[in-house]
Structure formats: structure tokens, C-alpha cells
């Protein structure tokens, strides 16, 4: 019987929902972070789904809450940081002040938790990190009118290279997935009209990140999954 555990932070949000059922589906027991005072709907019930609220800004309350997981369940074996932000701006409208903003939401957030997991997974040598990059952070032609939220973005893919390196040799893998435009009902709204048939589904990305934990993908080191679809 499947005995393992992951986290999957912003768990209300659309990926993030996707992301927990998806994992519930295939047995994991799920810990999935919210904000205080959530106004997202996250109505889930499932007897392996446990909702926790953290401020992941906190680096004290990321880590009290990894080592709490890893108290209860003995492993984590899945991480899926989903909790990010998004602001335009070109250079000449855009102050630290906001780059800041943006690398505290984009990258601090991952990076809170992404950390004391991976230094549980290097403990029990295994397990699968799973950031969220963008576009605009991939590259730097995308990234054009959204400097701040590119900047914070680009940090990721640094991020899961040095992470990478440090655990060579072992059973631990980061990998940064990167979406095209996400069919969500919010996207739907800013872009009525736009070719919806070229974005990706939540469940898609949720999907691929599974497939990632695999033994079948057990072989896989590539640390940029492009999960684009047609956009």
C-alpha cells in the first residue's frame, strides 16, 4: 500500500487544487498550505487531505511547519510550491521596492519550504521538488513589460540548478515546471477573446508533475518541464 506524503503549497489556488487531487487520487497523503484568511474556495474533503495555514513568508514557519509534516507522516516525498504573484511593469515604472515584492512572493515563498524539504529528502535520499517558473523567467525576451515579476521568476531556475548539484548522486530531484497561459476561469475572464484551445489545463500540469514521481520517470534529471500545450 502507497505510504507517501506531499506537500503542495497555494493549495487552493487552481493549479494547487488540481495539483492535491491528483496526488490524492493516486494515494499520497496530501498537506496542503493556505493563507490566513483565504478567500479562495477549497472545499476538498478527503480523509488524506490535511489543510494547514502558513505564512510562508516566515522562514521560522515554513520550516516548524516541514518538520511538523515530517514529524507525522515520517517522509516527504513530494514538494509542489505553487504559492507565487504576478505585476507588469516596464524598467522605467518599476522600483526595488517592487522587484522586492516580487522575489519575496515568487521566490522566498518557494524557497521557505523547498529548503527544509530538501534537506529531509537528502536525509531519506529520495524525493521530487517541484518549483513554479514562468516564461517571463525562462527568458528574458519574455519577460518584457513584467520586469519585477521576471527577475523574482528567473531566481527559480537558479534555484533548482544549485539544488541539483548539491544532491548528484542521490534520489533527489528539483525540477521547475513551467506553464503556458493556464485555462482558468480567471484567465477566461481577462481574455474572453482567446483561443482557450491553446491553454493548458490545471489537471494537465498536475498530471506531468505526477508523472514526475513515478518510478517510470525515476530516470528523468531534466530540471525545466515545459508544460505548454499549444501556447
Not at 483565504?38 to 474533503?45: G, L, S
Not at 534529471?221 to 505548454?228: A, C, D
Request: aromatic share 8%; glycine share 8%.
Amino acid at each position: 500500500m502507497l505510504n507517501k506524503t506531499a506537500i503542495v503549497t497555494g493549495a487552493s489556488g487552481n493549479m494547487g487544487q488540481a495539483v492535491v487531487k491528483k496526488f490524492l487520487a493516486e494515494g499520497y497523503n496530501v498537506v496542503g498550505t493556505i493563507v490566513p484568511n483565504d478567500p479562495a474556495p477549497f472545499d476538498i474533503a478527503d480523509d488524506k487531505l490535511e489543510k494547514v495555514v502558513v505564512d510562508l513568508m516566515s522562514e521560522d514557519d515554513a520550516e516548524k511547519f516541514v518538520h511538523n509534516v515530517v514529524t507525522k507522516y515520517g517522509t516527504v516525498d513530494a514538494v509542489v510550491a505553487t504559492v507565487g504573484g504576478f505585476a507588469m511593469g516596464t524598467v522605467a515604472n518599476t522600483k526595488t521596492s517592487d522587484i522586492y515584492k516580487q522575489y519575496k512572493l515568487n521566490f522566498e515563498t518557494a524557497y521557505n519550504v523547498a529548503r527544509p524539504a530538501f534537506v529531509q529528502m537528502l536525509e531519506q535520499k529520495s524525493g521530487r521538488i517541484f518549483l513554479i517558473g514562468s516564461k517571463p523567467g525562462l527568458s528574458a525576451v519574455n519577460g518584457k513589460g513584467m520586469i519585477a515579476y521576471g527577475l523574482g521568476k528567473s531566481l527559480i531556475f537558479r534555484l533548482a540548478e544549485l539544488m541539483n548539484a548539491e544532491a548528484k548522486g542521490t534520489g533527489v530531484v528539483t525540477s521547475v515546471v513551467v506553464p503556458s497561459t493556464i485555462d482558468t476561469p480567471q484567465n477566461r475572464k481577462a481574455m474572453p477573446d482567446a483561443d482557450v484551445s491553446a491553454w493548458v489545463k490545471p489537471e494537465a500540469i498536475a498530471a506531468a508533475i505526477y508523472f514526475y514521481c513515478t518510478p517510470d520517470a525515476a530516470v528523468l534529471r531534466e530540471p525545466v518541464i515545459k508544460v505548454y500545450n499549444n501556447g
